[in-house]
């Protein structure tokens, strides 16, 4: 059983971007109904930023992340992204992605701050 491997995490001042990617150790995330994006902010439940579908349809559950990120993939490289653009101090928590019924992985870190 493979898992899920999130990177491209960091420190970033505000107003800045960052783009995550995600990918699966073994499954073909072609195959995949849907893969989702969540985060977890400090002291903060875990919640749902948005997903992409098999055929590449993308929903965005999280009104202010609406416009400034963007979920896409690249199935030749098996990945899916994550583009942040105009981060706030808000934004700062460790993003995971997975499909929905999967365990999570570790996740990546943003931190936004000056």
């Known amino acids: 059983q493979g898992q899920w491997v999130e990177s491209g995490g960091g420190l970033v001042q505000p107003g800045g971007s960052l783009r995550l990617s995600c990918t699966h150790s073994s499954e073909d995330i072609a195959r995949i109904p849907a893969v989702a994006w969540y985060r977890q902010g400090p002291g903060q439940q875990r919640e749902l930023v948005g997903a992409i579908t098999d055929t590449g349809v993308t929903r965005y559950t999280l009104d202010d992340v609406k416009g400034r990120f963007t979920i896409s993939r690249d199935t030749a490289k098996n990945t899916v992204y994550l583009q942040m653009n105009g981060l706030r101090r808000e934004d700062t928590a460790v993003y995971y992605c997975?499909?929905?019924?999967?365990?999570w992985g570790q996740g990546t870190q943003v931190t936004v701050s000056l």
């Open positions: 997975k499909n929905p019924a999967d365990p």
